[in-house]
């Protein structure tokens, strides 16, 4: 059984690819807060590297099991922020890898449901939604954009079966975002 965690100050901002998170939490970063980065793209950029299988358009569940690995991870190591007040944001979670076993309709272990289910973050998510005006592909991002969208639907349901409310972040500079995701958490 995986024992319970809840930390309030962890607050995790999401949405499908190219919504512009990166650019966000960069400004956020810029700031002065803590920014704990995506494990996704760096899983997809080390694959590549090392003419790796766990990639999304290779070995979908490989990619999936490490992702998830990382993401739980992820969380562990910033654990020492856990006893600041000052806001920790992170570029997805663990639950966005539940939201892409759904995608790709891969099942979800006991396990990943259980972390899911104890180890809990803020309960309100910053959630970019899709934006084409600046939704460019790249090597790691290979999505069109009826994924995008899938992508967003899925991320909006996976986190309010968890019990999260979710928060869509307005489609504006980065400044003006940042704005809007610190008035929420009281910085």
Request: aromatic share 12%; with cysteine; charged share 25%.
């Amino acid at each position: 059984m995986i024992p319970f965690k809840q930390h309030p100050n962890f607050h995790i901002i999401t949405g499908g690819p190219g919504v512009g998170k990166t650019t966000l939490l960069t400004e956020l970063q810029n700031r002065g807060y803590p920014v704990v980065p995506e494990v996704a793209r760096q899983l997809i950029k080390e694959q590549q590297q090392a003419n790796g299988e766990a990639l999304p358009w290779k070995n979908k569940e490989l990619y999936k099991q490490l992702m998830f690995e990382r993401s739980v991870e992820s969380y562990v190591q910033t654990e020492k922020h856990r006893n600041n007040r000052k806001p920790v944001f992170f570029d997805r979670s663990f639950l966005d890898t539940l939201c892409y076993a759904q995608l790709i309709g891969s099942a979800i272990s006991e396990e990943m449901q259980s972390y899911a289910e104890h180890w809990r973050y803020h309960t309100k998510v910053f959630i970019l939604p899709p934006w084409q005006e600046i939704y460019q592909t790249d090597h790691q991002r290979k999505q069109d954009w009826d994924e995008v969208l899938l992508t967003h639907t899925k991320m909006k349901e996976t986190y309010n079966h968890y019990g999260y409310q979710t928060i869509e972040v307005p489609k504006t500079e980065a400044k003006t975002r940042a704005d809007f995701v610190l008035k929420y958490t009281g910085a």
